[in-house]
C-alpha cells in the first residue's frame, strides 16, 4: 500500500515539474520576444539618429537665416517678442487653444497651460505669424 508520505512526495515532484516547465516556457517566449525586439530596438535608434541629425540640421538653418539666438530659444524653451509663430510651436508646442483677435490683422490669442498643478496658463498674442505679446492668465 501506498503511504501519505510516498502520495505527498510525489505531488511535491509533479508540481516541481510543473515548475520547472512552466519556466522553461517562460524563458522560451522571453527569448523569442527578445529577438523581435532587437530589429524594432535597431530602427529606433535608427530614427533617433535621423532625427538628431535633422534637429541639427535645422538649427544650424535657423542660425544661419536670423540674428536672433533662436535656435538656443527654442532648445531652452523661451519665447521671445517678434519670434515666429513657427518657433514658438518648437519651443513650446501646440497650444491648447487659439483664439481669433483681430482678423484684419490676422491677430490670434494662443493659450498655453503650464504643466504644473497651479492652473495658471500664459496668452500669446500672434499678429501676422509673429508673437507680439505674452501675458500670464
Known sequence: MITVQVVALLLVLMYMLYIYQKNKNEKRAYQSAQKELLPARQ???????????????????ID??????????????IVNIGM????LTMAWGH?????????QAGGENWYYKEQ???????????ENQR???LKDC
Do not use: C, M, W
Request: glycine residues 4%; negative net charge; without cysteine.
Open 43 to 61: 530602427r529606433l535608434s535608427e530614427a533617433s539618429d535621423d532625427f538628431n541629425h535633422i534637429e541639427k540640421e535645422i538649427f544650424q538653418l
Open 64 to 77: 544661419e537665416q536670423f540674428e536672433e539666438p533662436y535656435a538656443e530659444h527654442i532648445r531652452n524653451g
Open 84 to 87: 515666429p509663430a513657427t518657433f
Open 95 to 103: 497650444p491648447q487653444r487659439i483664439e481669433k483677435a483681430d482678423a
Open 116 to 126: 504644473e498643478q497651479s492652473g495658471a496658463a500664459t496668452q500669446v498674442v500672434v
Open 131 to 133: 508673437v507680439i505679446k
